[in-house]
C-alpha cells in the first residue's frame, strides 16, 4: 500500500541504523519518540516532567559523561598538558572514584597525575 511504500522511503531516506543505535525511547516512562534529549545525549525523555520524575536515577550517570566530555573539550582547545585538562582529569576521576568505576577512575587520575594536578 501507499503507506507502507512512504514507511520503507523514510526508513531508507533516514537509515535504521540511527534507530537502533539510539532509539527515542522515554528513559522515565518508555514511549516511544520521545523527542527531548538530556544534555548527556544518553537518554530521551517525552517533556520535562518525564526528565525530572528520572533526575535521581539519571544524574550519576549525566554528571560522569558530562565531565568526560569536558575533558575532551578541553584537550581540542588546548595542549594535552594544560592544567585545565589536569583539572577537568582530576574531577572526572574523582567521581568515577565515587561511582566505583575504578578502571575509569585510574585513566583520569593518572593524567591528572602526568600534567602535575595531583600531587
Keep these: 500500500s501507499n503507506s507502507v511504500k512512504q514507511s520503507r522511503g523514510e526508513r531508507k531516506g533516514r537509515g535504521w541504523s540511527a534507530y537502533l543505535v539510539r532509539p527515542k525511547i522515554c528513559g522515565s516512562c518508555g514511549a516511544s519518540e520521545a523527542a527531548m534529549r538530556c544534555q548527556c545525549k544518553a537518554v530521551n525523555y517525552c517533556n ?3 526528565q525530572r520524575a528520572n533526575w535521581r536515577q539519571h544524574k550519576e550517570v549525566c554528571s ?3 565531565l568526560k566530555e569536558k575533558v575532551e573539550k578541553e584537550r581540542l582547545r588546548l595542549r ?3 592544567v585545565a585538562v589536569g583539572m577537568a582529569s582530576k574531577k572526572a576521576g574523582e567521581v568515577l572514584l ?3 568505576d575504578l578502571d575509569g ?3 583520569y587520575l593518572e593524567e591528572a597525575l602526568r600534567i602535575g594536578v595531583l600531587v
Excluded: F, R
Design 48 to 50: 520535562v516532567g518525564c
Design 64 to 66: 560522569v559523561v558530562l
Design 80 to 82: 594535552d598538558d594544560d
Design 98 to 100: 565515587d561511582h566505583q
Design 105 to 107: 577512575a585510574e585513566e
